[in-house]
């Protein structure tokens, strides 16, 4: 369902920002992206393969200027690694399909939530609100947010 684009797609369809981060392992400047302060009822896709990695209801405000998730929709849509670039120790995140840079992961998230906070560049993903998960393909998500009673 979903598949990693050629290189040659990826540079077509990806903004310069967009490919750094997600294809040479870059990061975007804090406090000036498009989803850290983007709290509307949702999913985060991989920007390059549409596959859903985030939902809204698991985004807090880390205070850190990235979008910040306790936990993935699915665990099994990351991969982590480890990273010991810029002189200190981490545990990148990639998305499994797409192979694409997220961001990284680390133990200082909320504890009632788990105590995880996943740190992650807009610039990997796309967010889609709750109102239209349906048109575009995403309708089975529609049951990770409660109802409202009318």
Known sequence: MYQRPSAEELRR??????YRVTQENDTEPPFQNPYW?????GIY????TGEPLFSSQDKFESGCGWPSFSRPISPNRLEEKEDASHGMLRTEVRSKIGDAHLGHVFEDGPPERG??????NSASLRFI??????AQGYAEYLSLFPQEQE
């Open 115 to 120: 105590g995880l906070r996943y740190c992650i």
């Open 129 to 134: 609100p709750k109102e239209e998960l349906a």
């Open 37 to 41: 302060k983007e709290f509307r009822e």
């Open 45 to 48: 896709v991989d920007i390059t």
């Open 13 to 18: 369809i990806l903004t310069p920002l967009q």
